[in-house]
């Protein structure tokens, strides 16, 4: 998002019950926010970065302001989320599974390869990325949602690095750059999250 050839445009307030703080007037981004940013040589790609909880009762609200101000017909949707490895089904071991790894739920009118298996029965997707999943089936929008399971509780450099495929994808593979140094780079953001966020640090 400091590349320079993104700018913000806006972004959406909520408050609920799991937001960290009390004052619903002066909300932080980092409290309850969820900021939009444009590409600048092409306008009409956005990126969503939610930072904050959306309850389930917010949930068609917040999807009828974000998307109802978009044409339906040209839209495509990529979600990226996490959930941890725990939430997995599966007849085999949690601790045999590699973690982390990736698995994808697609709307009917996504007619793109995708970069990984589909996320296999009985496991589902929860909370705002399967209401925008849902939303996209409903309205023929042609949507995927990348879920990466992981072990850890808060996001690390081998958890955002299990992404990398999803920037090859035919979508998204014109907006990412390959620079070599990509790894070191995650690794300072990550180290600084990590120190704001450790109160032993």
Known sequence: MNSGVWEEVGCTKLWNEWCRTADTVHLSPADAF????QLKSDPSVLLCQCSCFVAEDQQYQWLEKVFGS????TTKITVLTCRHVTEYKTS???GSLPSPF??????QHFRDPVCCSL????NIAHGLPAAVLSYCQVWKIPAVLYLCYTDVMKLDL??????????SCSSLKSLAKNIPQSTDILKKLMTAEGTQSNIYT
């Open 102 to 107: 990736l698995k994808a739920l697609k709307t």
């Open 34 to 37: 969820c900021v939009f940013y």
């Open 70 to 73: 978009r044409p339906r017909k």
């Open 92 to 94: 085999e071991s949690v």
């Open 158 to 167: 081998i958890t955002v690095e299990a992404f990398k495929p999803v920037l």
């Open 119 to 122: 996320l296999e029965q009985p």
